[in-house]
């Protein structure tokens, strides 16, 4: 296992220690030891708090900051923060007006948030949640209650995130944060798995010469284990589905290809020129795209495609300005 | 070789496509298929050009923007872009006011960037260099003509371009740029190889357990191999040669982490935890550290450190707005 750590038991501890040290612009510490909270100036606003497990850097806590989230809880290494921590999430980032809590759907955040919301309730923090479920590979269309929540979480946060910036209310960054989520959908394409240092060993597998199309950020099942093609028909088996997830023709959108950790940014930037060739043929046109490694899978190789329907209600939040480790406009 | 790729001999010009699809406000073509120039408005400025092999991404071409390189060529993964590259990149980057050529210290570079700088004086382009040489462990200190460029020349476009951006005339330009990279000292460390695509299998190895410290940015030997220790040895690992090289004690520094590639953020955060450290016992300062995928070796495990000596004259220059790919601020 060839890591920058020392005890692997420790490596999220010891990770937050360094953000907090190279970050001291964005990254206040908390009582909360898993909990971060943006280092700026808040004004009277929305507080929006995300979290998730750790080893998708820079999600979670790199999109705290500025016109983004407030406060992160960090959960382990592909594990859900505790309840202890969103609730501490929740009161670091309450204003006075209410949380907005943007997470994935995964049961363990489900449930900890759940948790976590009724203790902030019975001390009079008003909490609602937008659940991402942007992942098309997890479910289909008419269940998309079931979907895993994705890359297309950057998305609600960035929206909510400048909703929120802008003084919105709570019932609006809500509203707008499920709305921009509702417009994603996303898929991944995995080359090869990753090893969370507490375990010393790849916890799934795919064989050199394959890829897993559909592959979940902590190596999920996907939609089929196929030989590994050209950047042409990848990109063409990541458009399908997604396109025939919601109706993007005609239409504006942002995209968004995230490296899955080990993917030069050069194929990725590769990929993409493939997908803007079908989006192109298709009459979609591309308002903004961004290429890089925003939500990763330890040293996965591989990448996601998440594509976001705009209107002029999402397209000026997308656009705000940002500051962040993540994301800066 | 599980990668995003057509034809492996084309990778690069296949990345360019689509880099120029995905960010059409940073890049624009020139009439040479290597040489990218920015997209936008460029007054009248002192050109600041640069350029490398690819593989290194988001170097170089990733350092084109506003406040930074307003040229780039670009060469085969891990060879030097040819004369006619380099030429044209001047060309583009020319506004009547001299260009001003920042790259690293490599014989291919060296030799094709002399050669275009004698063919754009006859077309009376004024072009002058700075070669970054910041690897400490590719010479001693006495011999720093031989050391290789790395990350420093992070440091020395963010100056050069922001010196440029506001005005300096060529002198000026060349002179706080060669001051920027004579005042920073780098060292990386190797924890696995990569693999060009057109060859198929890695270039050199690093067997599992050891790491390499000193390796070059191309797999180049380093100082020593050595059984893989903890981050805090690591990190002891890569102060002493750097700080050895310069006398930073007492003062101000802005530090670079940069990975190489397929390590995760949150390693190179917890590396940074432990130089901070040290740092801080020698009493120097950290003016600003960036952490993340700076200069890559394809996918590559391991990082560099950089470390800058800062003064009133540096630090407004490395603080300057910059827009890029890379950076933004």
Redesign the interface.
Known sequence: ??????DPDN??D??V???L???PSLYAATDHPRVLKYAGETPDKVGVVTGGG??H??AFL?YVGEGLCDAVAIGEIFSSPTADAFLDAFRAADRGRGVACLYGNYAGDNMNVKMARQMAEMEGIDVKTVIARDDVASAPADQRDQRRGVAGEIMMWKVGGAAAARGDDLAEVIRLAQKAVDACSSIGIG??SCTIPANGKPNFS?E?GH?ELGIGHHGEPGIEVAP?T???S?AKSMCDPVLADQDFTGGEVAVL?SGL?????????????HI?DRFEAESITVHR?????YF?S??M???TLTVMKLDDELKPLIDAPARS?AI??
Request: aromatic share 4%.
């Open positions: 296992m060839q890591r920058i750590i020392n490596v999220v010891d990770a220690r360094g953000y040290r190279a970050s750790s080893g850097e820079p790199g080359l090869s795919i050199p890829m590994l050209d950047a042409t990848m290809v950790g080990a993917t030069p940014n050069m194929e990725l930037n590769l990929l993409y020129a803007a795209a961004d290429i890089g490694n990763t330890l040293e190789m591989g990448a480790l800066t406009r």
